[in-house]
């Protein structure tokens, strides 16, 4: 059996982008997914499996799909890797909510540093399937960064993904 955590990806950040909670979690209970629990409003599964990760992440989205009517990318993590990420966190001189972390599907481009636009006091490292990125003093909610390989993933803050370790581990 193995725990997963499932980032779904732009839900409930406004406009038709609302997405129940309890809904993502009666889908996970039909799939027959075991310990099904969300964390907070913005689209995090955990659950446990004997299914492999990319038959969880197919699943989940089409399932998501059919029940909203509109598509809903699912980047899935495994208990393990979620925890690996906080270990590799390279800003943990700055506060866990002023970093985001991008998770992707696959490895990010060799070339990402050199398609970052509009990089002002923001600091940037890549991962193994991640995205990191410590935002300045301007903070997340004025800054102009845009990272085109991050247009594919979704991103929580370092809090966020801390607690989804936590959680994780403890579903373990």
Do not use: C
């Not at 059996?1 to 993502?24: E, H």
């Amino acid at each position: 059996m193995t725990t997963y955590v499932a980032l779904l990806r732009a839900v409930n950040l406004g406009g038709g982008s609302s997405v129940r909670m309890a809904d993502v979690k009666s889908i996970a209970d039909k799939l027959g997914y075991k310990q099904a629990r969300t964390y907070l409003a913005s689209g995090n599964l955990l659950f446990t499996s004997t299914m492999p990760r990319e038959h969880v992440r197919e699943t989940l989205e089409k399932s998501l799909s059919e029940h909203l009517g509109r598509s809903i990318k699912v980047v899935v993590r495994t208990d393990d890797e979620i925890a690996a990420v906080v270990r590799s966190n390279p800003f943990t001189d700055a506060a866990p909510a002023a970093v985001q972390t991008f998770f992707l599907d696959d490895e990010p481009p060799e070339n990402l540093l050199d398609t970052v636009r509009n990089k002002d006091d923001e600091r940037i490292a890549v991962g193994t399937r991640e995205i990191f990125v410590a935002y300045g003093e301007k903070g997340i909610g004025r800054s102009r960064l845009r990272i085109a390989a991050a247009d594919a993933g979704t991103a929580r803050n370092m809090k966020t993904v801390s607690k989804l370790a936590e959680l994780a581990r403890e579903m373990s």
